[in-house]
T-cell receptor
Framework: EAQVTQNPRYLITVTGKKLTVTCSQN?????MSWYRQDPGLGLRQIYY???????DKGDVPEGYKVSRKEKRNFPLILESPSPNQTSLYFC???????????FGSGTRLTVV | GQQVMQIPQYQHVQEGEDFTTYCNSS?????IQWYKQRPGGHPVFLIQ?????EVKKQKRLTFQFGEAKKNSSLHITATQTTDVGTYFC?????????FGEGTQLTVNP
């Protein structure tokens, strides 16, 4: 089944403890992207990648890192999480980047 | 990226009534995408509009792209309880994606 898989689905962590949210797609998509969704603020792009080893900042990149070493994987790294990074995170992928994206099921992160 | 403003923020309808959400931009859009997110779910791609004045239909859903490519609308005819969710428009500028804030639709049976 064609899909974007994120792990974990839920995560509660403490301030400053490094964490990684994994994202994998099995559709051979070139484009991958991370978003956070917050009440009243909608979906905001954190980082995106147009191909292996090609990444760029979205609208809210501060406090996040990404890497794209393989086409199928695009992990989101929080080196030192803070409570303002408590949010619902989505990974998404697209074949061309110019049409619709397929989203993962989301990761609900709570930083205490 | 560009800003897309979406209205209304909330819409409550009785089952069987029609529903419309609007997406507006101050600048010309290259294309626009529409997504639906069910409560507790993730955004699901519905459709892409590219051409000026384009109209596309999916069963009870009608999508329009304005002649000037600065606005778009999603219209649902005779809503059903399965239509409940938040509908987002999204525009693409290079690889940057900008989403409207969404219209949350509730349908009373």
């Amino acid at each position: 089944e064609a899909q974007v898989t994120q792990n974990p689905r839920y995560l509660i962590t403490v301030t400053g403890k490094k964490l990684t949210v994994t994202c994998s797609q099995n559709m051979n998509h070139e484009y991958m992207s991370w978003y956070r969704q917050d009440p009243g603020l909608g979906l905001r792009q954190i980082y995106y990648s147009m191909n292996v080893e090609v990444t760029d900042k979205g609208d809210v990149p501060e406090g996040y890192k990404v890497s794209r070493k393989e086409k199928r994987n695009f992990p989101l790294i929080l080196e030192s999480p803070s409570p303002n990074q408590t949010s619902l995170y989505f990974c998404a992928s697209s074949f061309t980047g110019l049409n619709g994206y397929t989203f993962g099921s989301g990761t609900r992160l709570t930083v205490v | 990226g560009q800003q897309v403003m979406q209205i209304p923020q909330y819409q409550h309808v009785q089952e069987g009534e029609d529903f419309t959400t609007y997406c507006n931009s101050s600048t010309t859009l290259s294309n626009i995408q529409w997504y639906k997110q069910r409560p507790g779910g993730h955004p699901v791609f519905l459709i892409q509009l590219v051409k000026s004045g384009e109209v596309k239909k999916q069963k009870r859903l009608t999508f329009q792209f304005g002649e000037a490519k600065k606005n778009s609308s999603l219209h649902i005819t005779a809503t059903q309880t399965t239509d409940v969710g938040t509908y987002f428009c999204q525009e693409t500028s290079g690889s940057r994606l900008t989403f409207g804030e969404g219209t949350q639709l509730t349908v009373n049976p």
